[in-house]
Nanobody
Framework: QVRLVESGGGLVHPGGSLRLSCAAS????????MGWFRQVPGKERELVATISWSGLNTYYADSLKGRFTISRDNRKNTMYLQMNSLKPEDTSVYYC????????????????WGQGTQVTVSS
């Protein structure tokens, strides 16, 4: 069973950047598709981006394309989310997720989750 730990969240001004990291405990990290979700209290969880096992395939929520970039380093068992041009509406708890299965699009439903990291965009 894979354990996921997010890091890199914090407070940033509008227009700024942050890079989130997700470290996985599993040595067979490359056999897991990965993704990022976010959730604001009282609202539904939102898919941010996903990445396939090798990193060849990625998917982004339409509203985030061009600002967020998902990537992974299978040698380091780590996934990343580079977030640029951040807006106040990007404020949320960001969750890392993993699953051996992968489907492109918004229907990906992972079985493993991290604890989340808070991102706050505010002046």
């Amino acid at each position: 069973q894979v354990r996921l730990v997010e890091s890199g969240g914090g407070l940033v001004h509008p227009g700024g950047s942050l890079r989130l990291s997700c470290a996985a405990s599993e040595r067979t990290f490359s056999s897991y598709a990965m993704g990022w979700f976010r959730q604001v209290p009282g609202k539904e969880r939102e898919l941010v981006a996903t990445i396939s096992w090798s990193g060849l395939n990625t998917y982004y929520a339409d509203s985030l394309k061009g600002r967020f970039t998902i990537s992974r380093d299978n040698r380091k068992n780590t996934m990343y989310l580079q977030m640029n041009s951040l807006k106040p509406e990007d404020t949320s708890v960001y969750y890392c997720a993993a699953d051996p299965r992968y489907t492109t699009g918004s229907s990906w439903s992972p079985g493993y989750w991290g604890q989340g990291t808070q991102v706050t965009v505010s002046s």
